[in-house]
């Protein structure tokens, strides 16, 4: 006898560390976003028509603000491609943000949407306590960007920020969260049982099982950024970083499934029995343009 099950689809995104050009579009950073990676992962969500999309924080590289720019002497700044430092572009990332969201609401009009702020982000909103910026926290802070009432995105503050109660998303039986701290998957499963969660870049999974108790289960889901062995790590070593998203298929009763596709040498092989190559943003759709990097 067949039986009909309704299953709720949720993609989730990992850091993407959107990262604006400067000198007028003539330089690009040189870690940011990868382009390809994110080309990939939309035509997964067009094909796969997910009921919800949550965005794990760090969207942004939030250069402006940056703890990494500040540890090299140029807070405010990011390194071009050739070599020389450049102001970041504050109104340009901002747009980047806006476009993304936008895309996605004009191809899933009904879709549930939701933000996670990651530390990146966050440092935004403590830069404009700074009494000079103050006054421009209500428009420009990324907590108060109109993407978010416009785009029907529900916001969700730093779970590093102690005053913020639940910064997460539960989807069925798996909580969804930035992740704070570099802490172990193991930690991640004992504190919040079934657990996704990025913030490390990489791709971790850590499992428990107990006749006492139900499955724990904890996966890392890697990131959409550039795979560059010199940002965020020491003498240029390899950083361990991997390209990865997360989906979650869940049952109203709560039993779930979740996949973790991983994007291995520029392309995603057979997801739902079909390999995804790297398309060029603005052919997705003309308002993407603004997430294209010069070659």
Same mark, same amino acid.
């Given at each position: 006898?067949?039986?009909?099950?309704?299953?709720?689809?949720?993609?989730?995104?990992?850091?993407?560390?959107?990262?604006?050009?400067?000198?007028?579009?003539?330089?690009?950073? *040189? !870690?940011?976003?990868?382009?390809?990676?994110?080309? /990939?992962?939309?035509?997964?969500?067009?094909?796969?028509?997910?009921?919800?999309?949550?965005? /794990?924080?760090?969207?942004?590289?939030?250069?402006?603000?940056?703890?990494?720019?500040?540890? $090299?002497? @140029?807070?405010?700044?990011?390194?071009?491609?050739?070599?020389?430092?450049?102001?970041? #572009?504050? +109104?340009?990332? =901002?747009?980047?943000?806006?476009?993304?969201?936008?895309? &996605?609401?004009? /191809?899933?009009?009904?879709?549930?949407?939701?933000?996670? %702020?990651?530390?990146?982000?966050?440092?935004?909103?403590?830069?404009?306590?700074?009494?000079?910026?103050?006054?421009?926290?209500?428009?420009?802070?990324? @907590?108060?960007?109109?993407?978010?009432?416009?785009?029907?995105?529900?916001? !969700?503050? !730093?779970?590093?920020?102690?005053?913020?109660?639940?910064?997460? $998303?539960? $989807?069925?039986? $798996?909580?969804?969260?930035?992740?704070?701290?570099?802490? #172990?998957?193991?930690? =991640?499963? /004992?504190?919040?049982?079934?657990?996704?969660?990025?913030?490390?870049?990489?791709?971790?999974?850590? #499992?428990? *099982? +107990?006749?006492?108790?139900? =499955?724990?289960?904890?996966?890392?889901?890697?990131?959409?950024?550039?795979?560059?062995?010199?940002?965020? #790590?020491?003498?240029? +070593?390899?950083?361990?970083?991997?390209?990865?998203?997360?989906?979650?298929?869940? =049952? %109203?009763?709560?039993?779930?499934?979740?996949?973790?596709? %991983?994007?291995?040498?520029?392309?995603?092989?057979?997801?739902?029995?079909?390999? !995804? &190559?790297?398309?060029?943003?603005?052919?997705?759709?003309?308002?993407?343009?603004?997430? %294209?990097?010069?070659?």
């Amino acid at each position: 006898m067949k039986k009909s099950i309704k299953v709720k689809k949720t993609l989730v995104i990992p850091d993407t560390h959107f990262q604006a050009p400067v000198n007028n579009g003539l330089v690009a950073p *040189d !870690y940011c976003h990868d382009p390809d990676a994110i080309s /990939l992962v939309l035509q997964v969500i067009k094909d796969l028509q997910p009921d919800e999309i949550i965005h /794990l924080g760090d969207i942004c590289e939030m250069g402006t603000v940056s703890a990494w720019s500040k540890s $090299v002497g @140029r807070e405010g700044q990011i390194k071009g491609t050739d070599g020389k430092w450049y102001q970041d #572009s504050w +109104a340009n990332s =901002m747009l980047m943000v806006n476009n993304f969201w936008e895309y &996605f609401r004009k /191809l899933l009009p009904k879709a549930e949407f939701h933000q996670l %702020e990651g530390n990146h982000d966050f440092w935004s909103d403590v830069s404009f306590q700074y009494p000079s910026l103050a006054p421009f926290a209500e428009t420009l802070a990324f @907590r108060n960007q109109k993407v978010w009432k416009n785009c029907d995105i529900k916001y !969700y503050p !730093y779970n590093g920020d102690p005053k913020v109660e639940q910064p997460w $998303v539960d $989807v069925g039986k $798996v909580r969804v969260l930035h992740g704070n701290k570099n802490t #172990s998957p193991q930690r =991640m499963r /004992l504190e919040h049982d079934n657990v996704m969660y990025g913030h490390q870049h990489k791709i971790l999974y850590n #499992s428990w *099982d +107990a006749s006492s108790r139900e =499955m724990r289960r904890a996966w890392c889901i890697g990131c959409l950024t550039k795979l560059k062995p010199d940002y965020n #790590s020491r003498g240029g +070593a390899q950083n361990g970083w991997a390209q990865a998203f997360g989906v979650i298929y869940t =049952m %109203e009763d709560g039993t779930f499934t979740v996949k973790v596709p %991983e994007i291995t040498d520029g392309i995603i092989v057979d997801f739902n029995g079909k390999s !995804y &190559f790297p398309e060029k943003l603005g052919k997705i759709d003309k308002i993407l343009r603004v997430l %294209e990097l010069p070659n």
